[in-house]
C-alpha cells in the first residue's frame, strides 16, 4: 500500500503509542529520516500468546511514511539499521479471477471430483475445523453463509472490549483489515472484491443441505471470513498476510487464499507462512491465471506467490465438468493439484448467487474445502499430512492434457480418495546439496556435480522407492539419474544420490532446471522440482571512473584469489596496486574466518561463502552512491565457524572527490543463542605500489588510516585502508612480509594482527601489507553490529587525506540518514540514464538529472505509444532522482512482457528511452 512497508526488528522495542519513536535515538533518528510518521507493530494480538515464533512475528511492524522520501530510499535506508532484519513494501496484490465466458451446469464440480461418495464418509459438521477465507471481504449474513460463519467464543458482542484479548474488539465473527473494524463485509468501494470473496466463501463451506442455494464441498465446517481488500482499489488485496496470521492465531485449520502475484520472494510473506504451517494452519493458495494474454504460466520458471511459497498447497483450474486444463490457469510442478474453476456457481452479496465466476480464484477454495473434510476426518494429522492426503490422492489428467503433461502436479482432486484411500505414501524432497567435482561449493561449466537430495515421506510408509533425475535444459546431462531405497516409514527422511555434468560453455548464472520423478511399491508415482545456478558470478567490479575495483563472493577484494585470478585488482587512474584483500573476523586463536592467505604462504583459506541463494551484484543507481554491491556471506567453510552472516555491502560514486575510494559496511549478525564476544572485524591488504614492491607504510591516527606509498616523502602513487566505524577499539599493523609472510601467515599471527592494538606504523623499502581492524565487539544472540573501511587510491598524500575525509562523510551520511550522494553539487546538464536492470523483471530503476528547478513529468509508453504509467508529475528541485517501475500500469495490473518506452519531459526538455521487460 501507499506508503506504507513492512520493518521487522532484531530485538524486542517499546514503541510509544503509536507515534514512529522507539526510545532508541538512533533508530529514532533513522526513522525520522525516512519521514516516519506511524509505528505500529504488525500483530500486537500475538503477544503472550503460547504460539511457535509468536515472538519473531512480535518484532515486526507496519511503519507509515510520510511520502517526502522516495520509497526505494526509504526501504535502503531502514536496511542499513543494525537493529532492522528486513524492510518491505506493503505488497497489493491482484485477485485470481478470470474472465467468465460460458455458463455451465449448476455445481457441476461435484460430481467431477466425487465429493458426493466423500459425503457419505465425513461430513464438515460432523468435526470443529474452521476453513479461514481471507479475501476482499464476505457478505457474511448471506442466507446460505450466516449459518456456518465462526463465532469467536472468546468475544462478548458489542460491548466494546477486547474480551478474549486477542487484540481485537467485539471480532465475534472474523474481521475487517480494510477499515480496522469488526465486520468482515465487503466495502462499497470494492465491490469486486466484496463479490469474489463472497463467492470464495460459498465455494468453501455454504451452508449445505439446507434446502435452499448451493452446496459446500465441506459440508458445513466453520467459516472464518476474513477481509483483506485495499480500502479503496477494488479487486485487490492489501492485507492478506495479516489475515492469515489472525486467521492461524484464531484456530482456523485452513486458510484460503485466492489472490496473489508473479515476482520476487518476500522474507516477510515466507515467516508469515511459516508461522502458519509450525502453529497448524494450512494455507491454500490460487496459482494464479496467467498473463494479460489470458494464458498460463508455467509457475516452475514464474513463481506465483503465495502459491510458490513452501507449505502452501498450490491449486490450478480445470474445467467445470471435465478435465481439461482452463486456458487461463497457471501450470507446472509447484502446482499441487487442479480443480474446477469454470462457471462456478456459489454465493454472492445481498443472498443472491452467481456461475460468472472463473479463475484458480475458484478452484482453490474448493480444494481448502476437500483439506476441510480430511482434517475432519483426521484431527490429529498435521499440515503436512492434510496437505499431502489432498495432493497425492488425485487423479492424473496428464492424458486431457498432453500439451502440459509432467507439468499439472498430481492431477485434479479426488474428494472420495481423499477421506477413504490412507495407503498412499507421499515422499516430498526436503533438501538438495551438491559436491563438485572443483570442491569450491560452485557448479561450473564442463563440470561434474554429485548430488544429495534428502526425501521426507509425509503418509504411509513405502517400499521400493525408486527415484529418477532429469532435466529439461540441454546444459544438463544426467549421469547417475536413478537411485534406489528399499523402504521409507511415515515422517522418516532418507538421502538419493544422483550425479549430472554441466555442458561446455554454459553461460555463468544460467539456471539449472530439474525434475526427479519417484516411484513406489502398490504403483504410486510422483515429481517433485528444484533448480540450481551455474557459476553464480563470482565477482564484480565497481568502476568511478577514476578507480575500479572487484567484488567477490568469497569476501575477497580485488581479486577472487591472487593477483592475476579472477577479478580487476584495485586500479587507479590506470595502475593496479593490490596483490592481495579481503575479510577477517576473529574472536580467538581459534576462532577465525578470512579469505586470504594462509599458514603455508601459497593458497588462501575459504571460509566464507554466499548464504543460501544468494547472488552478488552490483546496482546502479543505487539509494546512496552511483553504485552499491552486495552480497550476504556465511563462514560455515571455517575449521571453526564462528556462527555468522555477514551482509558485505559496496559503495562507490562518481561524484568529484567521491570517486577515489569505495566504501565497504560488513553487517555481521549473530546467528547463535549465545552472546558472541570479543569479536574483531578487519581487512587485510598485500599492496604493491612500486614494480620493484619496496615500498613504504605509514599510519594516521587522526584520520584512522593506513596506508602504503611508493616512497617516505612526496609519494606520487598511494593506496590505504581507512577505518569509518566507531563501535570499537583501533588495530592496525605494518606487516613486512619477507620477515612474517612469506612462510605464510598463521593463525596466531593473524589474530595478534587483529586484535593487538596500534603495533608497527612505519615500514621504509619493504614489501608491505596493511591489517586494520575495529573491536573487541560484542554481540547479543540474534543481533549484530556494523563495521566500515573505505579503501582508497591517491596520486599525493593531500589527495589521500581529502580522499579519507570525504569517505568519512559519505559513511555519515549513510549511517545517519543525511542527504544521499549525490549531493555535493547540482548536475551540470539534463540527463536520462537508461534503466537498470535492462532487460528485467519485475521492476527496474529510471535515473535521472535536472540542472534547474524544473516541471517533472516522467512517463511510461507501450510499443503502441499508450501510456502506461505516469511515474512522476511534479516539480522538483534540481538535482539527481531515481524512480523505480514495478513493472505495473495505472490500476496496478502486471503488464506483459515487450519492449517499453519512457519519456522525461522536464521544462523544454525532453528525452526518450527503451526498455524491455522479459517475464
Not at 480496522?180 to 466484496?194: E, F, H, V
Not at 508469515?272 to 494474454?293: E, K, M, P, Q, Y
Not at 572487484?550 to 584495485?570: K, Y
Not at 531515481?882 to 519492449?899: F, I, K, L, T, Y
Request: proline content about 5%; some cysteine.
Amino acid at each position: 500500500m501507499e506508503n506504507r512497508v513492512v520493518v521487522k526488528f532484531t530485538r524486542d522495542l517499546s514503541v510509544q503509542g503509536q507515534a514512529a519513536r522507539t526510545g532508541i535515538p538512533a533508530l529514532d533518528a533513522r526513522l525520522a529520516r525516512v519521514g516516519a510518521t506511524r509505528l505500529q507493530a504488525a500483530f500486537p494480538f500475538l503477544a503472550g500468546r503460547a504460539l511457535k515464533h509468536a515472538t519473531e512475528l512480535g518484532r515486526v511492524y507496519y511503519l507509515q511514511l510520510s511520502g517526502k522520501v522516495p520509497l526505494e530510499t526509504a526501504l535502503s535506508l531502514l536496511r542499513q539499521d543494525p537493529l532492522v532484519a528486513y524492510a518491505e513494501p506493503v505488497y497489493v496484490y491482484a485477485l485470481d479471477e478470470a474472465p467468465n465466458d460460458s455458463l455451465f451446469p449448476l455445481m457441476g464440480q461435484f460430481n467431477q471430483v466425487k465429493a458426493v461418495q466423500a459425503w457419505d464418509v465425513v461430513k464438515g459438521e460432523q468435526g470443529n475445523v474452521i476453513i479461514a477465507v481471507v479475501d476482499g471481504g464476505t457478505d457474511w449474513d448471506h442466507q446460505d453463509l450466516l449459518a456456518n460463519v465462526w463465532t469467536n467464543p472468546g468475544e462478548i458482542p458489542n460491548n466494546g472490549l477486547d474480551d478474549d484479548n486477542n487484540g481485537f474488539v467485539d471480532d465475534v465473527h472474523g474481521w475487517n483489515f480494510a477499515n480496522n473494524s469488526n465486520d468482515p463485509t465487503g466495502l462499497p468501494a470494492t465491490p469486486g472484491s466484496a463479490a469474489h470473496g463472497t463467492h470464495v466463501a460459498g465455494t468453501a463451506a455454504a451452508v449445505t443441505n439446507n434446502g435452499l442455494g448451493v452446496a459446500s464441498i465441506s459440508w458445513n465446517c466453520r467459516l472464518m471470513p476474513i477481509n483483506a481488500a485495499h480500502p479503496t482499489l477494488d479487486r485487490a488485496i492489501a492485507f492478506g498476510y495479516d489475515g492469515i496470521v489472525y486467521a492461524t492465531a484464531n484456530g482456523a485449520s485452513v486458510v484460503n487464499c485466492s489472490w496473489g502475484g508473479p515476482g520476487a520472494p518476500s522474507r516477510f510473506e515466507q515467516e508469515v507462512i511459516d508461522f502458519a504451517h509450525d502453529n497448524g494452519t494450512l494455507v491454500v493458495a490460487a496459482a494464479g491465471n496467467g498473463g494479460d494474454d489470458n494464458v498460463g504460466d508455467n509457475n516452475d520458471f514464474l513463481p506465483h506467490f503465495p502459491a510458490s511459497y513452501h507449505h502452501v498447497l498450490a491449486v490450478g483450474a480445470t474445467q467445470q465438468t471435465s478435465d481439461f486444463k482452463a486456458g487461463f490457469s497457471n501450470f507446472g510442478v509447484t502446482v499441487d493439484v487442479f480443480a474446477p474453476g469454470v462457471g462456478i456457481y456459489s454465493t454472492t452479496p445481498n443472498n443472491t448467487y452467481s456461475s460468472f465466476f472463473s479463475g484458480t480464484s475458484m478452484a482453490s477454495p474448493l480444494a481448502a474445502g476437500l483439506a476441510g473434510l480430511v482434517k475432519t476426518l483426521k484431527p490429529a494429522w498435521n499440515v503436512d499430512q492434510v496437505r499431502e492426503q489432498v495432493r497425492v490422492s488425485s487423479d492424473p489428467i496428464d492424458a486431457f492434457n498432453p500439451g502440459q503433461s509432467g507439468l499439472l502436479g498430481k492431477g485434479r482432486i479426488n474428494a472420495l480418495r481423499a477421506v477413504s484411500d490412507f495407503s498412499l505414501p507421499a515422499v516430498r524432497i526436503a533438501r538438495v546439496s551438491f559436491v563438485d567435482a572443483g570442491g569450491d561449493g560452485i557448479i561450473n561449466a564442463g563440470e561434474t556435480v554429485d548430488l544429495t537430495v534428502t526425501l521426507t515421506n509425509f503418509l504411509a510408509s513405502a517400499s521400493g522407492i525408486t527415484a529418477s533425475l532429469s532435466s529439461p535444459d540441454n546444459a544438463v546431462t544426467v549421469t547417475s539419474g536413478a537411485s534406489n531405497i528399499s523402504a521409507l516409514n511415515s515422517g522418516d527422511s532418507l538421502d538419493a544420490a544422483f550425479q549430472f555434468k554441466v555442458a561446455n560453455g554454459t553461460g555463468d548464472g544460467a539456471v539449472l532446471h530439474f525434475y526427479l520423478d519417484i516411484a513406489a511399491a502398490n504403483g504410486y508415482n510422483d515429481r517433485d522440482f528444484f533448480t540450481l545456478v551455474v557459476n553464480p558470478p563470482q565477482f564484480a567490479t565497481h568502476n568511478t571512473g577514476t578507480l575500479q575495483t572487484s567484488i567477490t563472493t568469497q569476501g575477497n577484494i580485488g581479486f577472487v584469489d591472487f593477483a592475476g585470478s579472477d577479478g580487476d585488482g584495485f586500479v587507479f587512474r590506470g595502475r593496479n596496486y593490490l596483490f592481495e584483500g579481503g575479510l577477517m573476523i576473529g574472536r580467538s586463536v581459534n576462532e577465525i574466518s578470512d579469505c586470504v592467505r594462509g599458514a603455508d604462504g601459497q593458497t588462501q583459506d575459504t571460509d566464507f561463502r554466499p548464504a543460501t541463494g544468494e547472488l552478488l551484484q552490483i546496482v546502479s543507481p543505487g539509494a546512496n552512491s552511483f553504485e552499491e554491491g552486495s552480497i550476504l556471506l556465511v563462514d560455515s567453510l571455517a575449521a571453526t565457524p564462528l556462527g555468522v552472516t555477514v551482509l558485505q555491502e559496496s559503495f562507490a560514486d562518481t561524484a568529484q572527490g567521491f570517486d577515489t575510494f569505495v566504501i565497504f559496511r560488513y553487517t555481521i549478525q549473530n546467528n547463535s543463542n549465545l552472546p558472541l564476544s570479543n569479536l574483531f572485524v578487519g581487512l587485510f591488504f598485500d599492496w604493491d605500489i612500486r614494480a620493484d614492491v619496496n615500498d613504504f607504510a605509514r599510519w594516521d591516527g587522526v584520520r584512522r588510516l593506513g596506508y602504503a606509498a611508493d616512497a617516505g616523502s612526496n609519494p606520487a602513487n598511494l593506496a590505504g585502508v581507512k577505518l569509518l566505524s566507531q563501535q570499537g577499539a583501533v588495530n592496525f599493523r605494518a606487516i613486512d612480509n619477507p620477515a612474517l609472510l612469506y612462510d605464510g601467515f598463521t593463525n596466531i599471527e593473524k589474530w595478534n594482527f587483529l586484535s593487538g592494538g596500534i603495533q608497527t606504523q612505519s615500514l621504509n623499502g619493504v614489501d608491505v601489507s596493511l591489517l586494520l581492524a575495529e573491536g573487541p565487539l560484542n554481540i547479543p544472540p540474534g543481533q549484530s553490529a556494523v563495521v566500515g573501511f573505505a579503501v582508497l587510491g591517491a596520486n599525493s598524500l593531500a589527495e589521500l587525506e581529502a580522499g579519507a575525509d570525504f569517505a568519512q562523510s559519505l559513511w555519515d551520511s549513510i549511517t545517519t540518514d543525511i542527504e544521499p550522494l549525490p549531493a555535493q553539487r547540482a548536475p551540470e546538464r539534463f540527463q536520462l540514464a537508461q534503466n537498470y536492470p535492462n532487460p528485467f523483471n519485475p521492476e527496474t530503476v529510471i535515473a535521472y538529472s535536472l540542472p534547474v528547478a524544473s516541471a517533472v513529468k516522467l512517463v511510461v509508453y507501450d510499443a503502441l505509444g499508450r501510456e502506461i504509467r505516469t511515474l512522476v508529475q511534479q516539480n522538483q528541485p534540481a538535482g539527481q532522482y531515481r524512480v523505480r517501475w514495478d513493472g505495473r500500469d495505472e490500476q496496478g495490473r502486471p503488464v506483459p512482457s515487450g519492449v517499453y518506452f519512457y519519456r522525461l519531459q522536464a521544462g523544454r526538455f525532453s528525452a526518450s528511452r527503451k526498455m524491455l521487460l522479459l517475464k
